[in-house]
């Protein structure tokens, strides 16, 4: 079983930058796929980012390709999604997650899920 908690939320203004982590619980975080979702009030959850369980692979949402960046370390169970040229729109509560799939954009295939920080975008 792997527990998940998410930090580095926050408000910040349009433009600017963030960095969310990710810190996992469990000997097998290495074994997983991750992925970072997103929701905003009254939205359904979105998938934003994924990255393969070795890190060699990272898979993006259209809206936040060539600005977010996802990554991992292994050795620290840690996944890392650094958000740059953020957007009002990029306004949400941020999930992270996990999956025994190679990747995977989809909710149902993530066996286990953080509680979720905040960003806030906005001047």
């Keep these: 079983q792997v527990q998940l908690v998410e930090f580095g939320g926050g408000l910040v203004q349009p ?10 619980s469990g000997r097998t975080f290495s074994s997983y796929a991750m992925g970072w979702f997103r929701q905003a009030p009254g939205n ?3 998938f934003v980012a994924a990255i393969s369980w070795s890190g060699g692979n990272t898979y993006y949402a259209d809206s ?17 999604l650094q958000m740059n040229s953020l957007k009002p729109e990029d306004t949400a509560v941020y999930y992270c997650a996990a999956t025994t ?8 295939e993530y066996d286990y899920w953080g509680q979720g920080t905040q960003v806030t975008v906005s001047s």
Aim: charged fraction near 25%; hydrophobic fraction near 30%; glycine fraction near 8%.
């Design 64 to 80: 936040v390709k060539g600005r977010f960046t996802i990554s991992r370390d292994n050795a620290k169970n840690t996944v890392y």
């Design 44 to 46: 359904e959850r979105k």
């Design 15 to 24: 433009g600017g930058s963030l960095r969310l982590s990710c810190a996992a």
């Design 101 to 108: 799939t190679d990747w995977s954009p989809y909710l149902w």
